[in-house]
Nanobody
Framework: AVNLVESGGGLVQPGGSLRLSCTAS????????MHWVRQAPGEVLEWVAT??????????YYSDSVKGRFTISRDNAKSTLYLQLNSLKTEDTAMYYC????????RGQGTQVTVSS
């Protein structure tokens, strides 16, 4: 069965950083586009970032709201997806999910990121 498990969330002050991880199993991770999406309280699910199967420069894509602050990456040998969150803002507060498509399909249980002073 496909399984995605996110971790690394927490409480951080504005301007701070976090690194989220997502461990995948049950499918050929190294051949899959992977995505991060998020959902703030009372809001719809929002696409955050995408990485191609090979990853690397030119093969990552970001929403305008996080471009220049967040970095998506992957380690295919470990079947793990990452999201580095820098220069965090209060509006980044949300549940963050890794997912198999941009709409959030097949996402895991999520990891909570709270940005507050």
């Amino acid at each position: 069965a496909v399984n995605l498990v996110e971790s690394g969330g927490g409480l951080v002050q504005p301007g701070g950083s976090l690194r989220l991880s997502c461990t995948a199993s049950g499918f050929m991770f190294s051949a899959a586009y992977m995505h991060w999406v998020r959902q703030a309280p009372g809001e719809v699910l929002e696409w955050v970032a995408t990485i191609s199967p090979s990853g690397g420069y030119g093969n990552t894509y970001y929403s305008d709201s996080v471009k220049g602050r967040f970095t998506i990456s992957r380690d295919n040998a470990k079947s793990t997806l990452y999201l580095q969150l820098n220069s965090l803002k209060t509006e980044d507060t949300a549940m963050y999910y890794c997912a198999r498509n941009r709409a959030g399909g097949g996402r895991g249980q999520g990891t909570q990121v709270t940005v507050s002073s």
